[in-house]
């Protein structure tokens, strides 16, 4: 695709292209995802742990769907678009069919369950949306590229979600005009969230197929490789690389199911949905501001060390969230997780895409892009769900319970960020061994 070409659908036309698609994919989920947490926990009376599988359950029939069905199809047939498209259809009609479902049951515990496995079922047709765009990026773009391509996406995304959380605040209680969970319970939000898949497609239709009719005839044979190695340790440090993003991510997403939870608690900062949404806002304004220069930051100083700073920004988050300092210190903890989502997703997206051969693209996309689906709730059922069940049957208060699992979050992340930090002093040294022997 032309210089030219690229420039129109994303820059010349941002409300029928990849952006404008973006900004409804993140609207839905800012309104969807932001209150569907406390639905279950507070209105249907699921247990800590019950309420993280609608994020993990769902996720891992996300990345099943990805790795063994859509991946391999999608590279098989070249067909990006058509991926996107079909299973934002499919999955905007079973949505209205969970709703409906949810509703048929008097107790609100299997309602609750009702939705978990209806999102599952759900998920895995949406999975074809998420393969299919995270290979469209590189079919369209060049490498050098992509960080800028996807800081932008990220902004243009982050507007979509304030919107979205905005207004699932509202919808969540009708102002505070209906009884909390109102939004849900009457299926006003399942609703809305379906009609903005059926949306999105409009903009998509816009888009190029992708795959390798789309790609330039330089981009085809080779890449521009990260690091100019043998490609048997190339896979070495892919492999490297997708275990430190399991622990960056499952530590920094980790706390996705419970922070709803943790925030609206009567003994602690007991915030309502509006508020609420006002502090997922300043997660979303932080990915605004930043993804405008995320390729010029990425660039001067490589996506490698960006992954870096993006981990330990958000390590210092979670140590915020665990922190009784106040509000004001919540609503940085959010700003410094939109900080890290952005610079973590942009930076390792272009890492990775300079390791994966054109070949088997969609595949090995699908597999980094398990470091994040299932980041955003197995890690939350496994580890700090239960240990929030466990630590309320102990005695230990509902405040207390929450901030230790924040404070595991952030070891976990820790983790990660050592294993990262090890494979980029590994490659650099590998990348100017030899230019230190000729020193000599």
């Not at 070249?78 to 996107?84: A, H, N």
């Not at 107790?107 to 999975?127: D, K, N, P």
């Not at 995270?134 to 243009?156: E, F, H, Q, V």
């Not at 309502?272 to 995320?294: C, D, E, K, P």
């Amino acid at each position: 695709m032309s210089p030219d070409r690229q420039k129109r659908i994303l820059f010349q036309n941002p409300i029928w292209g990849l952006g404008s698609f973006q900004a409804l994919a993140m609207f839905r989920r800012g309104l969807f995802y932001t209150f569907l947490s406390i639905y279950l926990r507070n209105f249907l009376g699921l247990t800590v742990t019950a309420t993280s599988l609608y994020a993990t359950i769902p996720m891992i029939l996300s990345v099943i769907g990805q790795n063994l069905i859509w991946g391999p199809l999608s590279d098989r047939f070249q067909r990006r678009r058509t991926l996107i498209i079909t299973g934002e259809v499919i999955a905007g009609i079973m949505l209205i069919l969970v709703w409906y479902l949810h509703t048929i049951p008097t107790s609100q515990i299997i309602a609750g369950y009702i939705i978990i496995i209806g999102l599952t079922a759900t998920e895995l047709f949406w999975s074809m949306s998420n393969i299919g765009w995270s290979a469209l990026i590189s079919d369209l773009y060049p490498s050098k590229k992509r960080t800028r391509i996807m800081g932008w996406l990220n902004s243009i995304g982050g507007i979509g979600r304030i919107i979205g959380a905005t207004l699932g605040g509202f919808f969540y209680d009708l102002n505070g005009q209906q009884y909390e969970g109102w939004g849900f319970e009457q299926g006003l939000l399942f609703f809305v969230a379906s009609g903005i898949m059926f949306l999105s497609i409009i903009p998509m239709s816009f888009t190029p197929e992708g795959g390798k009719s789309s790609s330039t005839p330089e981009q085809i044979p080779q890449e521009e490789p990260v690091l100019n190695l043998d490609p048997l340790l190339i896979r070495k440090i892919y492999l490297i690389f997708v275990i430190s993003l399991i622990f960056i991510n499952f530590g920094r997403n980790s706390i996705t199911t419970i922070q709803s939870q943790y925030l609206t608690l009567d003994s602690g900062f007991d915030v309502t949905s509006r508020i609420l949404g006002r502090i997922a806002n300043m997660r979303s304004i932080a990915m605004i501001i930043l993804g405008l220069v995320t390729g010029w930051i990425c660039k001067k100083i490589g996506e490698d060390i960006a992954v870096i700073f993006g981990a330990l920004i958000g390590i210092i988050s979670l140590l915020l969230f665990a922190s009784p300092v106040g509000i004001n210190s919540i609503y940085g903890a959010s700003v410094g997780l939109g900080v890290s989502d952005l610079v973590v997703s942009a930076a390792s997206y272009t890492y990775a895409s300079k390791l994966i051969p054109y070949e088997k693209r969609a595949r090995l996309f699908a597999v980094y892009n398990a470091t994040f689906f299932l980041s955003w709730g197995l890690s939350g059922t496994l580890f700090l769900a239960p240990i929030v069940d466990l630590l309320l049957v102990r005695g230990y208060s509902e405040i207390f319970a929450y901030r230790v699992s924040f404070l595991i979050a952030a070891g976990i992340t820790l983790i990660g960020f050592g294993i990262f930090l090890g494979l980029v002093i590994f490659t650099k040294k590998k990348q100017y061994r030899k230019e230190i022997i000729n020193l000599f």
